[in-house]
């Protein structure tokens, strides 16, 4: 089996997975609707993974952002470049995109909304944030990234992906073993048989993320946090399977918020290259 095949095997056993059990589809639609939780300051101090990327950013470079939804990373690169192209298929992630850079007062930022593949954009360095776990084309997208940076291309992404930090509660709510997405154990096979030969640098924080609401305080909201957290809210039986074993689920001190334990600390990697290494197609 190649590598490609290994990757999209990953890719359409979690898609089959997802409509077994009657969870919503990753789409354009998808993303939209949780978008304005994607929507950050653009003016706000870089954390040290974020200084990272920056630091690859020159001052008179075009960046690219490959689905770089409501701005999250790509605006306060804007804040440190010429120019950024925002290549963002999701309509809600374009709009709050827009409306960031707006409130934000960046007019070197713009939209292009249309899917990696299908995009025109080009720069000097180009970035994909947290997209490869979707993409069934890899072997095209890596491909595309590589021609279309002139200077040097960047995918940033989590070990264990974030789709599969919630691994452990999704097997207690739905009854079944999450099916994975690819990370870098496919991806870096399916570059390499493409030709590139990136670095893969070690970020130096964790994953962190804000909550959507604020953490429970006792057993009713605990549970239905965790079933939020995997989408089985109403999945037969997953109320009274995560009740039973909420000791095992939380961090629980007297009066204070319950703390989730089962995500796992997530490592990021910075996978860089030069481009125009890749073999020609």
């Known amino acids: 089996m190649s590598a490609l095949d290994r990757y999209q095997e990953l890719i359409d056993a ?37 200084a990272e990327i920056a630091a690859l950013v020159q001052p008179d470079d075009h960046v690219v952002d490959i689905g770089g939804g409501a701005g999250r990373v790509g605006l306060p690169l804007a804040l440190r470049c010429r120019a950024l192209t925002n290549a963002e298929p999701a309509p809600g992630m374009g709009d709050e995109f827009l ?11 713009t939209l292009e909304r249309a899917p990696w593949l299908d995009a025109e954009a080009a720069g000097d360095f180009v970035i994909s ?36 930090r919630n691994a452990r509660l999704f097997e207690i ?16 096979p399916v570059m390499w048989e493409a030709g590139l030969l ?21 057993e009713e909201e605990a549970v239905a946090f965790a079933l939020e957290d995997v989408e089985a809210t109403g999945a037969p039986g997953a109320a009274e399977r995560v009740a039973a074993v909420l000791d095992d689920l939380y961090t629980r001190e007297p009066g204070r918020e319950w ?18 290494g890749a073999d020609a197609r």
Do not use: C, M
């Open 99 to 109: 409306g960031s850079a707006e409130e934000a007062g960046i007019t070197n930022a």
């Open 173 to 188: 709510a739905h009854a079944v073993e999450l099916v994975r997405s690819p990370d870098h154990r496919e991806l870096l």
């Open 198 to 218: 990136p670095e893969v640098r070690l970020l130096p924080e964790p994953f962190t993320w804000p909550e959507r609401v604020a953490y429970p305080t006792n």
């Open 259 to 276: 703390r989730p334990n089962w995500r796992p600390p997530l490592q990021g990697l910075l996978i860089t290259w030069e481009t125009g």
């Open 129 to 164: 944030v947290d997209v490869v776990y979707f993409v069934r084309e890899i072997d095209e997208f890596v491909l595309k990234l590589d021609r279309a940076a002139s200077r040097r291309a960047a995918i940033w992404i989590w070990s264990p992906t974030p789709p599969a």
């Open 14 to 50: 979690r898609r089959e997975q997802r409509q077994v059990l009657g969870l919503d589809e990753l789409n354009a639609d998808r993303w939209s609707k949780h978008a304005p939780s994607y929507r950050f300051d653009p003016h706000r101090p870089l954390d040290a993974n974020l």
